[in-house]
């Protein structure tokens, strides 16, 4: 286990280092970066970070500019997406985790086809009734896979979830497992354009939990770079 006290007295890239050694190989670690300032994304980077996350277009659009010199970098949407702000979002990332709607999905698919790419996609489920988040409902996912299937130009790869707050252990590992299973039984429907090979699930509170669920993508922010000054 982690000595979380030592952890929060130490610099970002030896909290990196030492989260990644608990890591299997198969988890790809995506450093949340919103509100995190610029130098620290660079210490980010010098501990080996490649992989961060933005949840506002307009933030990683400044951002990406002053880390111009960074090449080998890639930036995932993770916060929820209007449809005013999807085409700059396909400009600036190369996955999306938080398509949320049918009518998104479709958006991004026209548009991605206008400028010729082809974003990496992950549907963002709600296992729970949950009115402050957006995302689908398992059911409404599986009704709208067959539409979803016409997206050619979107390479969803899996699915994403933000758990509700305050839960115990038990029942976060309950709702990653169930993540883990609807995402198995639309594998099984082989749709030949909606790919399940990969599930974006675990904050700083619960990735542990969502590793052991099969989490391929955990989305690390507070404890890599300490408490942000107000969630938004
Ligand atoms: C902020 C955020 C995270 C990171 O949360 P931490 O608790 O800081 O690790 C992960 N995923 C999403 C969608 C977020 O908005």
């Not at 890591?23 to 980077?45: D, G, H, N, W």
């Not at 354009?193 to 509170?205: A, C, F, P, Q």
Request: proline share 4%; charged share 20%; glycine share 4%.
């Amino acid at each position: 286990m982690l000595d979380q006290q030592a952890l929060s007295q130490s610099s970002c890239g030896d909290r990196i280092a030492k989260i990644r050694q608990t890591l299997p190989p198969s988890v790809r670690l995506i450093a949340v970066t919103k509100q995190v300032p610029i130098a620290t994304m660079r210490e980010a980077y010098a501990a080996g970070i490649r992989d961060f996350g933005e949840s506002k277009v307009q933030e990683a659009e400044a951002k990406q500019q002053e880390l111009k010199d960074l090449p080998d970098l890639t930036w995932h949407l993770i916060g929820h997406l209007q449809s005013n702000k999807a085409r700059k979002a396909l400009e600036l990332f190369q996955w999306i985790h938080s398509v949320d709607s049918l009518a998104l999905a479709q958006r991004l698919d026209q548009l991605a086809a206008s400028i010729d790419h082809s974003p990496q996609i992950c549907l963002q489920v709600k296992m729970e009734v949950d009115d402050t988040k957006f995302g689908w409902s398992p059911a409404q996912l599986l009704a709208d896979l067959p539409t979803l299937n016409t997206c050619m130009q979107l390479q969803i790869q899996g699915l994403m979830t933000i758990l509700p707050r305050e839960l115990t252990s038990k029942e976060s590992l309950n709702i990653f497992q169930n993540l883990h299973t609807l995402s198995v039984s639309i594998a099984q429907q082989n749709l030949p354009y909606i790919k399940m090979v990969h599930l974006s699930m675990g904050m700083s509170e619960d990735y542990p939990l969502a590793i052991q669920a099969g989490a391929t993508m955990i989305r690390l922010g507070r404890i890599l770079f300490g408490d942000r000054n107000a969630e938004k």
